[in-house]
């Protein structure tokens, strides 16, 4: 199974807007038209489609931290954010969101930075779990209503 990142265009949007999440997970995970059309007034965002062959599978956004402008007191400003991630519902199960969190890991390599950063949802149904058994460690830290966490690299 191979997941490439590619850069969204104007030929793959369409692809990436389809996609969903199953019907036990809304409010868990941000819809992609969101993230498209908040990605332009994020500072340092970059949002990527994630591909199997010619199929979308789902699609990931990452902010750089020295680019980002409204860092708030007690952010890490030396971890790569990982904004969003999304699988489509009849994706998931199938190694793609472990293969998106080693993409996650090889962007912060790329950007030089020691570690990466997210927050998830803690309810019913969330990744949050999924995150732990990567790696991630809660930081303490709730944000935006979300737990932060952290995986050093």
């Known amino acids: 199974?191979?997941?490439?990142?590619?850069?969204?265009?104007?030929?793959?949007?369409?692809?990436?807007?389809?996609?969903?999440?199953?019907?036990?997970?809304?409010?868990?995970?941000?819809?992609?038209?969101?993230?498209?059309?908040e990605a332009p007034y994020e500072t340092g965002s970059r949002?990527?489609?994630?591909?199997?062959?010619?199929?979308?599978?789902?699609l990931m956004a990452m902010v750089h931290p020295d680019l980002y402008r409204w860092h708030e007191p007690g952010d890490d400003t030396e971890a790569a954010y990982l904004w969003r991630l999304m699988i489509d519902r009849a994706e998931q199960g199938k190694g793609y969101g472990r293969a998106a969190l080693e993409q996650a890991v090889e962007?912060?390599?790329?950007?030089?930075?020691?570690?990466?950063?997210?927050?998830?949802?803690?309810?019913?149904?969330?990744k949050l779990g999924f995150y732990e058994h990567f790696g991630f460690r809660r930081t303490g830290r709730i944000v935006g209503g979300e737990v932060e966490i952290s995986l050093t690299l």
């Open 107 to 126: 962007v912060a390599r790329e950007w030089d930075l020691p570690r990466v950063t997210a927050g998830v949802t803690d309810a019913p149904h969330s």
């Open 47 to 58: 949002v990527w489609g994630l591909w199997a062959g010619t199929r979308a599978v789902g």
């Open 1 to 37: 199974m191979m997941l490439e990142r590619r850069e969204v265009t104007r030929d793959t949007l369409h692809d990436l807007i389809r996609l969903s999440v199953r019907d036990d997970q809304p409010g868990l995970v941000t819809p992609n038209v969101v993230t498209l059309a």
